[in-house]
């Protein structure tokens, strides 16, 4: 039966449909899906701008128990959710259920927040006025969303929306609906105004067009690529919506020569591979000191190779397949590309054949790579990562910023003076210190620098700043009588 959009508070079929196939083994249908016409999205823009002035209303604590509730449901159901997840998605099983635990963390988190919104009050300069100033939301967010984390990139954004008083229209991937209706299905079971939230599933550059372009939208917020989110950009200029961009990134693992290699080969390998590469903090860079170098690389490659890639729902598992077939054509250019450029491909790279047919390839790793090469410039998506080599730390931080991007990058290092230096100095968002260059918390900011980010950070209490829209009241109250 064929999912449906939810829209204007109706579950409802679509203009058209598309079939979603598992990545893992393409005989396996993992549903169909209604894509939203254009007249559903203004009527459900329509909706939303009403039903979000209710909801602002709301008291407190009744916000607080609809985020609170569609968190713990999360958690509680991660184990089928994941699955359903790593299913479309095709990342491991273990991934994709820690995928909806930590989404479900977003909105406990966002939850507590509800009642943390204390706004400042101050004496005017003049004569018997008052000021207080407070956070108001921002009204309709529209959400776009990729398949990489479809559902927790989504919760970061929804939960902070939800949390400050607005109305969400989400567009999530096309590649990912799945994943998409069974958080809409437990959000829109809650105690919220009709048609608050909505989902319109459907092609970025029809429905998430229209989205973007609607002068009912106040604020966007994106995750995807660099070359959509400019687009995005524009469209939003043409009505100054506010907006909130996370887009790609060429994240850098500098290796020291002081570095434990045990603990740099674990971090090098769940950086690059965890998510099938498919992350924007993989480490696809990675900036080895001469003095480790060949040690390093001999762990690595063996490491790689000792990598299980198989189905995504099968137990013994350590990397699913990449997202779509496209995806997987992109990659293998990639690989050639590396080839072309100089770069030796050390292992992988390369078609795996199955028993099910999907989207395999082996995790592959270049050597004697230089950081000009298109495959340490451009975001290859891919379980594909590159060793750069230098001669000194300071090298290694050039190379490090030598990137249009700056999301993450990460030190390993012994020395308490390279890392402090490190984390002053390298320009990214995010930057850690003997610790993977993907994975954060939820209660911290998350962005970028570069091509990397634009607008505010989200996640923590640093979403707030997109989220909502400060308003300074001045009060004159008289003398009593
Ligand atoms: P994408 O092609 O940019 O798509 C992202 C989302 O935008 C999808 O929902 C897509 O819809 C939609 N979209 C496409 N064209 C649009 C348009 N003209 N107007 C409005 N929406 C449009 O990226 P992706 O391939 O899904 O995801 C991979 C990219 O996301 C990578 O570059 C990765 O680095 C980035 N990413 C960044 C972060 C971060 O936090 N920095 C996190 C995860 C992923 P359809 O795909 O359904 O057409
Ligand atoms: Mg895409």
Excluded at 157 to 179: D, E
């Amino acid at each position: 039966m064929t999912k449906l959009n939810l829209i204007a508070g109706e579950w409802l079929a679509g203009e058209s449909e598309i079939e979603n196939l598992n990545p893992s083994d393409v005989t396996d249908l993992v549903g169909i899906f209604a894509q939203a016409s254009h007249s559903q999205l203004q009527a459900t823009l329509a909706k939303a701008r009403s039903a979000q002035a209710e909801w602002a209303n709301f008291g407190l604590e009744r916000k607080q128990a609809v985020l609170m509730n569609i968190g713990n449901e999360l958690m509680s159901r991660a184990e089928e959710l994941g699955r359903l997840l790593s299913r479309e998605e095709g990342k491991p099983l273990v991934e994709g259920k820690g995928e909806i635990y930590r989404a479900g963390q977003f909105f406990t988190y966002y939850a507590a927040e509800c009642l943390r919104q204390i706004g400042e009050n101050a004496d005017s300069v003049r004569d018997g006025v008052e000021i207080d100033v407070r956070r108001e939301p921002v009204g309709v967010v529209a959400i776009i969303s990729p398949w990489n984390f479809p559902t927790a990139t989504a919760s970061w954004k929804i939960a902070p929306a939800l949390c400050y008083g607005n109305a969400v229209v989400w567009k999530p991937a096309n590649s990912t609906p799945a994943s998409a209706v069974a958080l809409t299905e437990i959000i829109e079971r809650q105690d919220i105004p009709t048609g608050l939230f909505s989902l319109v599933m459907g092609s970025g550059s029809s429905i998430g067009q229209r989205l973007v372009e609607s002068p009912i939208v106040n604020a966007i917020s994106f995750t995807g690529s660099v070359p959509v989110g400019k687009g995005i950009a524009a469209a939003a200029i043409e009505n100054l919506t506010k907006v909130q961009m996370e887009m790609g990134s060429k994240n850098a693992l500098a290796v020291m020569d002081d570095a434990d290699l045990d603990l740099a080969v674990t971090l090098a390998l769940g950086g690059a591979f965890g998510g099938t590469g498919q992350k924007c903090t993989a480490s696809s860079r990675l900036i080895v000191h001469d003095f480790v170098h060949d040690a390093f690389v001999e762990k690595l490659v063996a490491g790689a190779k000792a990598i299980k890639v198989g189905h995504a729902l099968h137990d013994d598992i350590q990397m699913g397949p990449v997202v779509s077939n496209e995806q997987l054509q992109e990659n293998l250019a990639y690989v050639d590309l590396g080839k072309s450029e100089g770069a030796e491909l050390a292992c992988g790279g390369a078609r795996l054949e199955m028993p099910h047919e999907g989207f395999y390839m082996s995790p592959g790793i270049f050597v004697n790579s230089g950081n000009e090469m298109r495959i340490n410039r451009e975001e290859m998506f891919a379980p594909l990562a590159s060793v750069i080599r230098v001669g000194s730390y300071d090298e290694a931080l050039a190379v490090v910023n030598d990137t249009n991007f700056g999301l993450t990058s990460g030190i390993v290092t012994q020395s308490l003076a390279r890392s402090t230096h490190f984390r002053r100095n390298a320009r990214t968002g995010v930057v850690t210190v003997n610790l993977p260059t993907a994975g954060t918390d939820y209660h911290v900011p998350f962005g970028g620098r570069g091509d990397s980010s634009y607008g505010p950070r989200e996640q923590g209490k640093a979403a707030a700043e997109f989220y909502t829209t400060v308003k300074t009241a001045y009060i004159s109250a008289g003398a009593p009588k």
